[in-house]
């Protein structure tokens, strides 16, 4: 069973910056690619950047690029979301998962997600 655990969120200031992990355990084939989303309140879940395992392949949502960063550490099973330039419209609640296919930017082709964690952006 694949468990997927988002951690580093929290309250920021404007302009500020934070860095979310996303620890994968019993990882396996399954996971072929880990995406980051973001659902803010009454708001669908939205995609904001995807990370391949092996080649390390990236992409963004457009409206994160130069802002965001993903990156991953594989010994440690870990991907990172690095948060610079923090906006209002950020807040949210960031969700990782796993996708086990080539597949990274629609939340119905994950498989395993974590709980999530908040973050809130204050002006």
């Known amino acids: 069973q694949v468990q997927v655990v988002e951690s580093g969120g929290g309250l920021v200031q404007v302009g500020g910056s934070l860095r979310l992990s996303c620890v994968v355990s019993g990882r396996s084939s399954s996971s072929y690619a880990i995406s980051w989303f973001r659902q803010a309140p009454g708001k669908e879940r939205e995609f904001i950047a995807a990370?391949?395992?092996?080649?390390?392949?990236?992409y963004y949502a457009d409206f994160v690029k130069g802002r965001f960063t993903i990156s991953r550490d594989n010994a440690k099973n870990t991907v990172y979301l690095q948060m610079n330039t923090l906006k209002p419209e950020d807040t949210a609640v960031y969700y990782c998962a796993t996708s086990p296919g080539v597949r990274v930017t629609t939340p119905r082709a994950m498989n395993y997600w974590g709980k999530g964690t908040l973050v809130t952006v204050s002006s």
């Open positions: 990370i391949y395992w092996n080649g390390g392949n990236t």
